[in-house]
Nanobody
């Protein structure tokens, strides 16, 4: 009924920028917090940034000053603007959202991920 679809990943040179998008669709009543996570090869999935329904943001220290998370509630979409990318940013980036479907109990949903590769 509900799904998250990420887009915007790709190959970029170190120092470059990418803008990731994640659109939620389906029988949605409301969306609470939304966030971006990433998982590099051989590492655990980790939080990158999240944003509340009211627009309050949180970033891990490693991306502060480089990444910006934003959301468009009218479009049920969350964005991650990534600037000054580094090779260590290479990972599969996953969208996560706490969604309350119409007529169902709210739960956390995950997108399938979009690959970001930063070359040196």
């Amino acid at each position: 009924q509900v799904q998250l679809v990420e887009s915007g990943g790709g190959l970029v040179q170190a120092g470059g920028s990418l803008r990731l998008s994640c659109a939620a669709s389906g029988n949605i009543f409301s969306i609470n917090a939304m966030g971006w996570y990433r998982q590099a090869p051989g590492k655990q999935r980790e939080l990158v940034a999240d944003i509340t329904s009211g627009g309050s943001t949180n970033y891990v220290d490693f991306v502060k000053g480089r990444f910006t998370i934003a959301r468009d509630n009218a479009k049920n979409t969350v964005y991650l603007q990534m600037n000054s990318l580094k090779p260590e940013d290479t990972a599969v980036y996953y969208c996560n959202a706490e969604i309350i479907p119409r007529g169902y109990v709210g739960m956390y949903y995950w997108g399938k991920g979009t690959l970001v590769t930063v070359s040196s």
